[in-house]
């Protein structure tokens, strides 16, 4: 059970908060204007990394806010945290 | 007439306050401070229960939680009952019973142990080996293993006791309350840390507490005489919270550990009632300090699992710390010093110490000079090839050890004894280390996996680290703690340890018989049966993997997860395989570290507290007036209001026509409700709907379909807006929690430009839908004052009013295609709303209808239901509603997905219409439908969605989602039924009022 430091509320325990897959994907400007190749490359491909990930998450039992988490899937180690809009650490 | 076998007063024995309780129906008497496995060994009970698969009788093995043998059933009959408990654990109270396990009719006479004698046919992988071939096999063995091979009994009834669950948050936890954990513990409280030491036992101390060696020293005192000072000292420490009976089960990441605490389980039955039995700590820790400390191992040798046998520290803790002899005849067998501890322990107490046979060649310390010396025989270099007595031992025969220990050789000498020692050496209790995620190194000197690191977060101490000596302890534990805890000084720098060196080690993982290892049991696993030939006959038959030979012997699969035989497991398989240890890895050790109760893990969150319910604020109306009610999520909705008996069908074909003919009334308060407001809400609803909303005008309602970013659909509802920058949205009822998780998701994170803000209201909001010809007519008696005319108050429009000097929000929209409005109110006058209906409608037959009427007067008129009709793969094109998908707005979420190619196919399932050829047959919701009967395989075209018999229509009616269903209006389906085949028209899914007619009626 990960004890994760919302950058708005602070430590909290796991089950306050809800993953929301990879981060850094974005909703593309101009849909209507991809193939269809370039849209379900947005629409359906994910990593699945084993190793460092970068996530999104939302304090969905807290201040519902969604921010970035840079973890470590095969030790689940929590390298950083930032707000959405935030630059991620560089690796 | 029973044995005595207490032999001396103990302190930890309050031999004024005598108890009686029963084992196996039988009465026997212990004193206060007893476990249930002492009291017996005090009345010579030995024999305890049978073993899994032979059902060879049994009897208590250790002292601890690591017993494999003595698990028995606790209260058996009655609602307090529980299972495969350890005889060893249990305190006794007046009016204890207790029952063996895992034997039937009885443990003295077992008629599983005829499997013993046909232990031949039971090789490793038996049960899969036999029971999977011929099938019909099992159903014949089933009988027979379902009585024979039970690991206890769950109760019948429901469980009388409260459970709890608290968290706790600390700088220091210290698990395990001996030496090293007092020490730790100590330390970290006198530093200012919050600490938190936690221990299995009721009492503090392990193991220290009866270690009288006399030649080891603690500041010039006995390690038991000094311990119990610092026990006292322990006790006004400030910062230090203590909890016995307390066992953590889980070790989980970022120090988040799950520990119970047991409160009356050893109170007598008038004391437990109404208090909490067990209590679940969720422990959030800085820091964790494990002193979990160490396990004695057992040895394998022939026959080395007959009531009678246990572990040498056992018997020395029943000894000192219960007072009470295991045996008359005692005999030991060893491979290291602490089995001479044990036997000088007996010796003091003046119980008869008959040999101790040592596999070593020698040894020189000062315990061992002294056994002698008091003429204790000892047979150097020689192992146990085999025992006697079947309920109870009775004698063991050993012969001389080879230099390789691989076989024994000259005469073979028989000792009659009715108690064996055994000491293998000492396993570090690694369980929760491992659990934490952290890794084993394998140390070939001690012959143990230790944990391979300490972190800031967590460190190992005594001798769940290795350390086994008192020397090594304190020395070791003095550093570790100055390192995780910062600090330069500490109790352990001033003390001083003599101790009594040992300076010889053997270590034989399966001990040598004369016999054939064909001939002979050595267990390995008491309680599943598992023994050394298994192992390696699952090696000879390809396994090389830990965990496969695990699965496939059993081993270590048992409630007590192999506590003391997994390590000679892994010995034996390292040993025929040619592999090392520490290449070979260990298996899993999973939580819980014993069994916990299922009350312990759910605590609070039973009964109504197992869920949680939603209720209106009209619930109690619907109550009163004998609703019945439907789950919707976590919401309770009225679903039916039955009158004189009337059956389901009944009322919800009166309560149908009654709204179509006159007026209903339905309660919408469970609705999802979400306030928007900002300068950019026009725009962001203009994103999230696939229609159009720029132009909406103040005062008037849409209704809006949204998708999923894939084109699916997602959820609809009507939308009204209130002013120039505020909206209120309706979602489904179910929808409300994920749509407005959905829609922050897009705010923050894809458009955090835009200025709208989002509020869930759906609690402070209830909900009255007034329906039907005369609804009009019932909000004029309530509202004088608002004009309802067409002209003022159209259809999808919105007022605000006044009901007395209650503020309403109203929305002339309809669900089911009659004249309706819906009345929002503040929820605390929700109740009071749905009266003033009731009363003016009364003249007008005003009738409450539920949500399946509600469903019903929908699908007459073709609407969908998100979830129903819809199951996540339908498009607005494949329901047919074309006609709200923008063809002018840029984008919207789910708009390019309307253009794969995949959700352009002409053949997707798309909703229709199905009306039965025979218009009395209603189809079943969920039937499939195909166009050739005489097909194989069948081609499944669809399925049916929603399914009603219409009073309105006085003809059955249904909506379906077909293959190219668009197409194929008036054309003749089949839905195959288990016992006729039902013939089906395909049609407009709008049955009722085509033109929308009524709607402004
Ligand atoms: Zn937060």
């Given amino acids: 059970m990960f004890l994760i430091n919302c950058p708005y509320c602070g430590e909290r325990d796991q089950q306050e908060f809800k993953a929301g897959g990879e981060a850094h994907i974005e909703r593309p400007k101009q849909p209507t204007e991809l193939s269809d190749d370039e849209w379900a490359e947005y629409l359906f491909m994910r990593k699945n990394i084993k190793g460092v990930q970068f996530e999104r998450w939302n304090h969905a039992h807290g201040c519902r806010k969604w921010f970035n988490m840079v973890r470590d899937t095969s030790n689940d180690e929590i390298k950083a945290i930032y707000k959405m809009g935030e630059k991620p650490p560089s690796q | 007439m029973t044995k005595n076998l207490r032999v001396k007063s103990s302190e930890y024995i309050d031999e004024t306050n005598r108890i009686s309780f029963k084992f196996n129906g039988k009465t026997y008497h212990g004193f206060k401070g007893d476990t249930l496995a002492s009291a017996l060994l005090a009345n010579d009970v030995h024999l305890v229960g049978r073993s899994f698969k032979y059902h060879r009788p049994r009897g208590i093995m250790t002292s601890g939680s690591e017993e494999p043998n003595a698990i028995v059933q606790i209260n058996p009959g009655n609602n307090r009952t529980e299972p495969n408990v350890r005889a060893t654990e249990v305190e006794i109270y007046e009016g204890l019973e207790a029952s063996s396990q895992n034997c039937w009719p009885s443990v003295e006479f077992d008629i599983g142990g005829i499997n013993n004698f046909l232990s031949p046919f039971f090789p490793a992988g038996f049960y899969y080996k036999t029971f999977m071939w011929p099938a019909s096999f099992w159903e014949k063995y089933e009988f027979f293993i379902r009585h024979s091979a039970g690991l206890g009994k769950s109760p019948t009834s429901s469980d009388p006791d409260?459970?709890?669950?608290?968290?706790?948050?600390?700088?220091?936890?210290?698990?395990?309350?001996?030496?090293?954990?007092?020490?730790?513990?100590?330390?970290?409280?006198?530093?200012?840390?919050?600490?938190?030491?936690?221990?299995?036992?009721?009492?503090?101390?392990?193991?220290?507490?009866?270690?009288?060696?006399?030649?080891?020293?603690?500041?010039?005192?006995?390690?038991?005489?000094?311990?119990?000072?610092?026990?006292?000292?322990?006790?006004?420490?400030?910062?230090?919270?203590?909890?016995?009976?307390?066992?953590?089960?889980?070790?989980?990441?970022?120090?988040?550990?799950?520990?119970?605490?047991?409160?009356?389980?050893?109170?007598?039955?008038?004391?437990?009632?109404?208090?909490?039995?067990?209590?679940?700590?969720?422990?959030?820790?800085?820091?964790?300090?494990?002193?979990?400390?160490?396990?004695?191992?057992?040895?394998?040798?022939?026959?080395?699992?007959?009531?009678?046998?246990?572990?040498?520290?056992a018997i020395k803790k029943y000894s000192e710390f219960y007072g009470v002899a295991c045996g008359s005849k005692n005999v030991f067998f060893t491979n290291n010093d602490s089995a001479y501890e044990s036997a000088m322990s007996l010796y003091n107490k003046g119980i008869n110490v008959e040999a101790i046979i040592d596999i070593r060649e020698q040894s020189e310390s000062k315990i061992v000079k002294k056994a002698k010396e008091v003429g204790i025989k000892i047979y150097w270099s020689h192992s146990i090839v085999d025992t006697t007595g079947y309920k109870r031992l009775n004698s063991i025969s050993i012969m001389k050890l080879s230099n390789d220990g691989t076989s024994v050789t000259g005469?073979?000498?028989?000792?009659?004894?009715?108690?064996?020692?055994?000491?293998?050496?000492?396993?570090?209790?690694?369980?929760?280390?491992?659990q934490s995620g952290n890794k084993l190194k394998f140390d070939e000197e001690k012959k143990v996996f230790l944990p391979n690191q300490n972190t800031s977060e967590q460190i190992s101490v005594g001798s769940c680290s290795g350390d086994f000596k008192i020397d090594e302890i304190i020395k070791n534990l003095n550093q570790k703690l100055k390192d995780t805890l910062n600090i330069n000084e500490t109790d352990l720098d001033s003390i001083k340890v003599e101790i009594d060196h040992e300076n010889s080690k053997r270590n034989i993982w399966l001990l040598p018989s004369d016999k054939p290892l064909g001939k002979t049991k050595p267990f390995v696993d008491y309680q599943n049966d598992a023994t050394a030939k298994d192992i390696k006959l699952a090696l000879r038959e390809g396994f090389r993997s830990i965990e496969h030979v695990k699965r496939y012997t059993t081993t270590g699969m048992g409630t007590d997860q192999g506590k003391l035989g997994n390590m000679h497991a892994l010995g034996i398989i390292a040993d025929?395989?040619?592999?090392?240890?520490?290449?070979?890895?260990?298996?899993?050790?999973?939580?819980?570290?014993?069994?916990?109760?299922?009350?312990?893990?759910?605590?609070?969150?039973?009964?109504?507290?197992?869920?949680?319910?939603?209720?209106?604020p009209m619930n109690d109306w619907h109550v009163e007036n004998k609703a019945e009610f439907e789950n919707v999520g976590q919401w309770k909705r009225a679903w039916y209001y039955p009158i004189n008996g009337e059956t389901m069908h009944q009322a919800v074909q009166r309560e149908s026509k009654a709204a179509r003919e006159s007026a209903g009334?339905?309660?919408?308060?469970?609705?999802?409700?979400?306030?928007?407001?900002?300068?950019?809400?026009?725009?962001?609803?203009?994103?999230?709907?696939?229609?159009?909303?720029?132009?909406l005008a103040i005062g008037k309602c849409r209704y809006g379909l949204m998708l999923n970013e894939d084109g699916m659909v997602y959820d609809d509802g009507v939308t009204t807006r209130l002013g120039e920058n505020h909206y209120i949205m309706t979602t489904t009822t179910g929808g409300a929690a994920n749509v407005l998780g959905k829609l922050e998701d897009y705010l923050q994170t894809e458009w955090p430009e835009l200025d709208v803000y989002l509020t869930s209201v759906t609690d402070h909001y209830?909900?009255?839908?007034?329906?039907?010809?005369?609804?009009?007519?019932?909000?004029?008696?309530?509202?004088?004052?608002?004009?309802?005319?067409?002209?003022?108050?159209?259809?999808?429009?919105?007022?605000?009013?006044?009901?007395?000097?209650?503020?309403?929000?109203?929305?002339?929209?309809?669900?089911?295609?009659?004249?309706?409005?819906?009345?929002?109110?503040?929820?605390?006058?929700?109740?009071?709303?749905?009266?003033?209906?009731?009363?003016?409608?009364?003249?007008?037959?005003?009738?409450?209808?539920?949500?399946?009427?509600?469903?019903?007067?929908?699908?007459?008129k073709g609407f969908i239901i998100v979830g129903q009709d819809t199951d996540g793969t339908m498009t607005p094109i494949d329901l047919q509603m074309d006609w709200i998908v923008s063809k002018k707005k840029y984008d919207f979420i789910g708009k390019r997905s309307l253009y794969r190619s995949d959700t352009m196919r002409v053949d997707r399932k798309q909703l229709v219409g199905l009306l039965t050829d025979d218009p009395n047959i209603v189809l079943e919701e969920g039937a499939q439908i195909v166009s050739e009967l005489n097909q194989s395989p069948v081609e499944m075209l669809g399925h049916v969605t929603s399914s009603y018999f219409s009073p309105n229509l006085k003809k059955s009616i249904a909506l379906a989602v077909v293959r190219g269903g668009k197409d194929m209006m008036g054309k003749k389906l089949f839905v195959p039924m288990e016992n006729k085949n039902i013939n089906v028209t395909v049609a407009n899914p709008v049955f009722y009022d085509e033109k929308n007619e009524r709607l402004n009626a």
């Fill in chain 2, 162 to 313: 409260i459970y709890d669950h608290r968290n706790i948050h600390c700088d220091v936890l210290v698990v395990g309350a001996g030496i090293s954990g007092i020490l730790a513990a100590k330390n970290s409280a006198k530093n200012n840390f919050k600490t938190l030491l936690v221990d299995e036992k009721n009492e503090l101390g392990g193991s220290t507490v009866f270690e009288n060696n006399e030649f080891n020293k603690i500041n010039n005192k006995t390690p038991s005489e000094w311990i119990k000072k610092e026990i006292e000292e322990l006790k006004n420490i400030k910062n230090l919270e203590i909890k016995t009976r307390t066992s953590v089960a889980a070790y989980h990441q970022y120090n988040y550990l799950l520990a119970r605490e047991n409160l009356t389980d050893h109170l007598e039955v008038k004391d437990k009632t109404n208090k909490i039995r067990q209590r679940l700590l969720k422990i959030r820790a800085k820091k964790v300090i494990l002193a979990t400390g160490a396990l004695e191992r057992p040895l394998i040798f022939n026959n080395n699992d007959r009531p009678g046998i246990m572990l040498s520290s």
């Fill in chain 2, 411 to 434: 005469s073979k000498i028989s000792i009659s004894c009715d108690c064996l020692g055994v000491a293998g050496g000492w396993t570090p209790a690694v369980h929760l280390y491992t």
């Fill in chain 2, 576 to 616: 025929t395989a040619g592999v090392k240890m520490g290449e070979l890895g260990t298996t899993t050790f999973r939580p819980p570290y014993t069994p916990l109760t299922f009350g312990t893990i759910v605590g609070r969150n039973v009964g109504k507290f197992f869920d949680i319910f939603r209720r209106t």
């Fill in chain 2, 665 to 695: 009334i339905l309660d919408a308060s469970t609705l999802g409700k979400i306030d928007i407001q900002g300068s950019d809400a026009s725009e962001f609803l203009n994103r999230v709907y696939t229609n159009a909303w720029s132009k």
């Fill in chain 2, 766 to 860: 209830a909900t009255a839908s007034l329906c039907g010809p005369n609804s009009k007519k019932i909000l004029k008696k309530i509202i004088p004052d608002l004009d309802l005319s067409d002209e003022n108050f159209p259809h999808m429009s919105f007022k605000e009013a006044n009901i007395g000097s209650i503020q309403c929000r109203i929305m002339r929209i309809s669900f089911t295609g009659e004249h309706s409005y819906e009345i929002n109110v503040q929820a605390s006058y929700g109740k009071d709303l749905w009266k003033k209906c009731m009363e003016a409608g009364q003249e007008f037959n005003i009738t409450p209808y539920g949500t399946e009427t509600m469903h019903l007067l929908r699908a007459e």
